[in-house]
């Protein structure tokens, strides 16, 4: 990927940064030359980013060449609005805090370069200031009220803003982020970027270590680089073609916002938005599943006006569910009235409507992972040893057990349970997913629809093995060539 810096006037950038090449702002918006080429990365130091001003059409035209503007127009508009500014920022009020109270005057103004201060103390807020607004070079203006401080304003600054004394600085920020976040030294450009989020404290990540080492290998080999990111770096998506959430996700949580900021910066997402809210209420997958008569166990929507009649329904055992459970969590098999009771109550004081179904021992359940439409893989999720759940969760909250995982080719799966698989999985999109099943009686009903599935090493991937990985990273080539030719909205 090519790197431009764009300033005013080349005079206004006299610093050298390997790999990277200084345009005039005219240059760039009058010549052909420049129009050429998708995979270019710009810069946009100019002076002014005020409305139809040179660093304005800058990011615009680079937005409308394929190229990866830094600032977007988008965020040209955020930085004008500075209570858009504030509340963008609100969740680092802590940080804040930490960081300033021992500043003994009321006023503090912290100079960003590239995510990056001066003073190494303040990278941390740097970082995170970068990465939410994404302009090069930020002022923010902090003031102190009542002993509390608070953001008052963040503007972009142009490249002549830099002080003498910070210039040298600038250079070794500017190249320790071109280095380190477009890997410049490489000899082989990918042709696609992809972030693959994740979250290293989560202690129940749907893909272990070594199938994120798989992911990375196999997207090395479709021609996508990939880079690992967190929540932190929700700013910095324009920079890639597509993301992939390998975190829990949820429709009230960090990994819905990425979702939503990804499809709206025009990346291929997976999941997308769509699929998390879907696939994350189970009120709504009940509903769904009988409208388009999709078997599945006998299920009753539960509200504090029908709580009698789920007995009469259902039978004891039952399970109960909370809409938004995952990962056996949320979910409770109750076995008499009196426990059934206590159990819809805590549940109700959460959400006004919950889930009750019959109860179906089985020793294990199918998962079948769909992805573009098409079967990808399967497995017998079988019971944690003793337990009816595949998995079981410790009584302190501390540590799970999980029942053993056995991979199946999807060729020796009952046509039943891969059709019904793929039904279910259509009603929710294209993307990539797991439905989970049971047999019992020569029934075949759907449990429930996963966004996010689990492809660990060791477990999902124990027919596919590579292969697994090179068909989810082949996915992401075809969507992102597909968006940019202009073949999908």
Not at 5 to 16: E, Q, Y
Not at 72 to 91: G, Y
Not at 184 to 197: E, M, T, V
Request: glycine content about 6%; charged content about 25%.
């Amino acid at each position: 990927m090519s790197i431009l810096i764009v300033v005013d006037n080349p005079r206004d950038w006299p610093l050298a940064i390997p790999g990277v090449s200084v345009v005039p702002a005219r240059a760039y918006l009058t010549d052909p030359a420049y129009g050429e080429g998708r995979s270019v990365k710009i810069f946009n130091l100019c002076k002014s980013y005020r409305y139809q001003s040179l660093g304005y059409y800058v990011s615009l035209l680079a937005e409308a060449r394929g190229h990866k503007p830094l600032p977007k127009v988008s965020t040209m508009e955020d930085l004008q609005s500075q209570n858009l500014v504030r509340l963008l920022t609100e969740d680092l009020d802590d940080l804040v805090q930490k960081l300033l109270t021992p500043i003994k005057s009321d006023s503090f103004e912290l100079s960003i370069y590239f995510g990056r201060n001066v003073t190494s103390r303040y990278d941390a807020l740097s970082h995170q200031l970068f990465s939410l607004l994404q302009a090069p070079l930020l002022r923010a203006h902090f003031e102190r009220r009542r002993d509390l401080w608070r953001l008052r304003s963040v503007r972009a600054i142009a490249a002549s803003d830099i002080p003498e004394q910070h210039q040298e600085f600038v250079v070794q920020a500017a190249t320790a982020y071109f280095i380190g976040h477009r890997r410049l030294k490489q000899k082989r450009i990918p042709r696609f970027d992809l972030a693959i989020l994740h979250d290293p404290a989560n202690p129940e990540p749907p893909s272990n270590a070594r199938a994120m080492q798989q992911f990375e290998k196999a997207a090395a080999e479709v021609d996508l680089q990939v880079e690992f990111i967190t929540r932190a770096d929700i700013g910095r998506l324009p920079e890639f073609d597509a993301l992939f959430i390998r975190d829990t996700t949820f429709a009230n949580h960090y990994t819905y916002r990425f979702a939503r900021r990804a499809t709206a910066e025009g990346l291929v997402a997976i999941d997308d938005p769509d699929s998390i809210l879907k696939c994350n209420n189970k009120v709504y997958l009940a509903e769904l599943l009988t409208r388009h008569s999709i078997p599945a166990p006998r299920t009753l929507l539960v509200h504090r006006g029908n709580v009698d009649q789920i007995i009469s329904n259902l039978g004891l055992p039952c399970v109960l569910k909370q809409p938004d459970s995952s990962f056996s969590v949320g979910v409770a098999k109750v076995e008499t009235e009196q426990e059934l009771l206590a159990q819809v109550e805590a549940l109700l004081q959460k959400s006004e409507l919950i889930i009750a179904q019959e109860y179906l021992p089985t020793a294990f359940d199918w998962r079948v992972g769909i992805l573009d439409r098409r079967p990808l893989f399967a497995c017998k999720y079988h019971m944690a040893p003793g337990h009816w759940q595949i998995v079981q969760h410790a009584q302190d909250g501390k540590g799970y057990t999980e029942g053993p995982v056995e991979a199946v080719a999807v060729a020796e799966v009952p046509e039943d349970v891969v059709s019904t698989a793929l039904k279910a999985a259509n009603l929710i999109g294209d993307g990539l997913y797991g439905v989970d099943l049971k047999q019992v009686n020569g029934r075949c009903c759907v449990i429930e629809v996963n966004d996010n599935p689990n492809v660990d090493a060791g477990n999902e991937d124990g027919v596919l093995k590579d292969a697994l990985y090179r068909e989810i990273m082949g996915s992401f080539v075809r969507r992102i060539a597909a968006r940019k030719l202009g073949n999908v909205p």
